[in-house]
């Protein structure tokens, strides 16, 4: 094992999911873990509670539409949202760079407390660590996050599975928190106007779920984009996925911006979308929902499990042929998230 | 606001304080956050859950005694234990250095394995995070953790806390962990053999608190060493402290790189020590058990709660005088923990 780490294991696609399999889930391995979900749901605490960490090392801190801090508490309690918990608390955990301003810590501070405070999450435990001038990149910030899952929901998700004919509904266009974190950076002088989609997905998720008994899974789509976490769900069960590009909202500035250098919508990061798996006779309830929520008038279908292709994603494209959707493999855009 | 982070904010002592208090408790404050406790208690899951969150940035990643994944399994669970909780699920969020030996990343997974297996708490919940070479130090490593509080201990620690008369429980001897760090750090060339103490204080203090209801309080002795862990009790209360240098245990070794360096032992960081305040008819009887216990053999009974000096800890000297013993202030070994 001569290997060193390289960005592409931070991908969120193939190769971070190899790196983990090799080493994490090698020598962690037990049945909570290795569900490999959002959060973990422990039933060994009296009730039943989901529990999920994430660390933002994201460049630059403050961007349109966001900043380090907003992100750390709405990732977390995306995590949380998703694994169908209703999110509870909060951790912080601070790496700070000697030589910081004050001011940029309190700025971000200011906005975790503003989002949590909205989400009516506390913040109720934290850690500050700081390091020599060059030893970190400004500000790191872990947030985990508990939740509490209701009783008869977790006896439902866990009798839960994808199943063919379930419908693929995507809560919005793809891409903006990814364009927008490259239009902040310094090294690309595009004018377009895209901010970050960063956003808490709980209010529209307790929604989604309080009038649906059909929805099967629910994944947030960050890092690895769409793409791999189609993957997620496919891989190494007997069911395939097919999605129409029609059907896959993108903004035009993003699209622009993907077309100059060469990446796919489906490959960006997001952070305030998630794809739902539901029943079909439930799907276009759920899409008339989430349409009607604040930031969700660009839901859409886009697309169905299937058994015809086990393990594959097949994409019906605009120009109407049919190409195979990969998992991002490598690391397009270090730090987005 | 035109300051800076400084090391001194990583110190544990009182600038560190003064940071969490001006930016972090202020903005995010809530009644559990403000508590300041090692472990947060929530009661609104369901059951009564502690809930904590550290970063490790230590350096060097290896040392005698441990490495940096055991002291993230350890420390993280030992907030928990001294918040008289059983430690129930753990997660883990790294942050890689492009260029990290994978086989190093094996090592610390395995040494954490290890250590999470020892304690019976699964790891259940992760993360991993890449950064550009120069962007962090090799790699840090956020342990969050879940534990369950027994309702009746929760209701007892609820209504109790340290009364004038009490007696100060030390579990062993002060500095090993950070004296085995500065001698493994390549500046300094002194020939001497101290291991870190690290390690899972739950075994030990399961025990003292099944067979005492009078345990006040406890606290694990980290960054900010004995000092500050005094003056966190004593700080705005009508209690002061009384302490005796000649109880207080002190390796030969540790005391010798103490007085070379300047340091005092009660400021250095610990990894595996903890102090306990209990009623005096219990003390003997728990520093029985302690000293019975595996590494518990220098356990003392160094001091007394008294009514005497409020807010003030103060120590008789080996030559027999009284001195106050302060917080620490700024820094004095960066990356300790």
Same mark, same amino acid.
């Given at each position: 094992?001569?290997?060193?780490?390289?960005?592409?294991?931070?991908? /969120? =696609?193939?190769?971070?999911?190899?790196? *983990?399999?090799?080493?994490?889930?090698?020598?962690?391995?037990?049945?909570?873990?290795?569900?490999?979900?959002? #959060?973990?749901?422990?039933?060994?605490?009296?009730?039943?509670?989901?529990?999920?960490?994430?660390?933002?090392? *994201?460049?630059?801190?403050?961007?349109? =539409? /966001?900043? &380090? =801090?907003? +992100?750390?508490?709405?990732?977390?309690?995306?995590?949380?949202?998703?694994?169908? #918990?209703?999110?509870?608390?909060?951790?912080?955990?601070?790496?700070?760079?000697?030589?910081?301003?004050?001011?940029?810590?309190?700025? &971000?501070?200011?906005?975790?407390?503003?989002?949590?405070?909205? #989400?009516?999450?506390?913040?109720? %435990?934290?850690?500050?660590?700081?390091?020599? @001038?060059?030893?970190?990149?400004?500000?790191?910030?872990?947030?985990?996050? *508990?939740?509490?899952?209701?009783?008869?929901?977790?006896?439902?998700?866990?009798?839960?599975?994808?199943?063919?004919?379930?419908?693929?509904?995507?809560?919005?266009?793809?891409?903006?928190?990814?364009?927008?974190?490259?239009?902040?950076?310094?090294?690309?002088?595009?004018?377009?106007?895209?901010?970050?989609?960063?956003?808490?997905?709980?209010?529209?998720?307790?929604? +989604?779920?309080?009038?649906?008994?059909?929805?099967?899974?629910? @994944?947030?789509?960050?890092?690895?984009?769409?793409?791999?976490?189609?993957?997620? &769900? %496919?891989?190494? %069960?007997?069911?395939?996925?097919?999605?129409?590009?029609?059907?896959?909202?993108? @903004?035009?500035?993003?699209?622009?911006?993907?077309?100059?250098?060469?990446?796919?919508?489906?490959?960006?990061?997001?952070?305030?979308?998630?794809?739902? *798996?539901?029943?079909?006779?439930?799907?276009?309830?759920?899409?008339?929902?989430?349409?009607?929520?604040? =930031?969700?008038?660009?839901?859409?279908?886009?697309?169905?499990?299937?058994?015809?292709?086990?393990?594959?994603?097949?994409? %019906?494209?605009?120009?109407?042929?049919?190409?195979?959707?990969?998992?991002?493999?490598?690391?397009? +855009?270090?730090?987005?998230?």
């Amino acid at each position: 094992m001569n290997d060193v780490v390289t960005l592409h294991h931070g991908s /969120g =696609g193939s190769r971070m999911h190899a790196l *983990i399999d090799r080493i994490f889930i090698s020598h962690f391995s037990n049945p909570v873990l290795n569900e490999k979900k959002d #959060a973990a749901l422990l039933e060994n605490t009296g009730s039943d509670v989901a529990f999920t960490t994430d660390t933002y090392v *994201i460049d630059p801190i403050f961007f349109p =539409g /966001g900043d &380090i =801090g907003k +992100l750390a508490v709405c990732g977390t309690l995306n995590d949380l949202a998703v694994s169908f #918990a209703r999110p509870v608390a909060l951790s912080v955990a601070f790496v700070l760079e000697e030589g910081f301003p004050l001011s940029d810590l309190d700025r &971000i501070a200011r906005s975790m407390a503003a989002e949590a405070k909205d #989400a009516g999450v506390p913040i109720v %435990t934290g850690d500050t660590k700081v390091v020599p @001038r060059g030893k970190c990149d400004r500000v790191f910030i872990n947030t985990a996050g *508990i939740g509490v899952v209701e009783k008869q929901v977790l006896e439902r998700i866990r009798r839960t599975k994808p199943m063919p004919g379930d419908r693929i509904l995507l809560s919005g266009t793809l891409g903006d928190h990814a364009v927008a974190i490259i239009l902040a950076r310094e090294a690309f002088r595009f004018h377009a106007q895209v901010s970050s989609d960063c956003a808490n997905l709980y209010p529209v998720i307790s929604k +989604l779920t309080a009038s649906s008994e059909k929805i099967r899974l629910m @994944r947030d789509i960050t890092r690895g984009g769409l793409s791999s976490i189609l993957h997620e &769900i %496919t891989d190494g %069960t007997n069911l395939g996925i097919d999605i129409s590009e029609e059907n896959i909202p993108v @903004r035009n500035e993003v699209r622009a911006v993907c077309e100059l250098l060469g990446f796919d919508p489906l490959d960006l990061a997001n952070e305030g979308k998630f794809i739902a *798996i539901a029943g079909e006779e439930d799907a276009d309830r759920l899409l008339k929902i989430l349409r009607e929520s604040p =930031g969700g008038e660009n839901a859409a279908l886009i697309g169905r499990i299937t058994r015809s292709h086990p393990g594959k994603v097949m994409m %019906t494209t605009l120009t109407g042929g049919v190409r195979m959707v990969e998992m991002v493999s490598g690391e397009q +855009l270090p730090r987005i998230c």
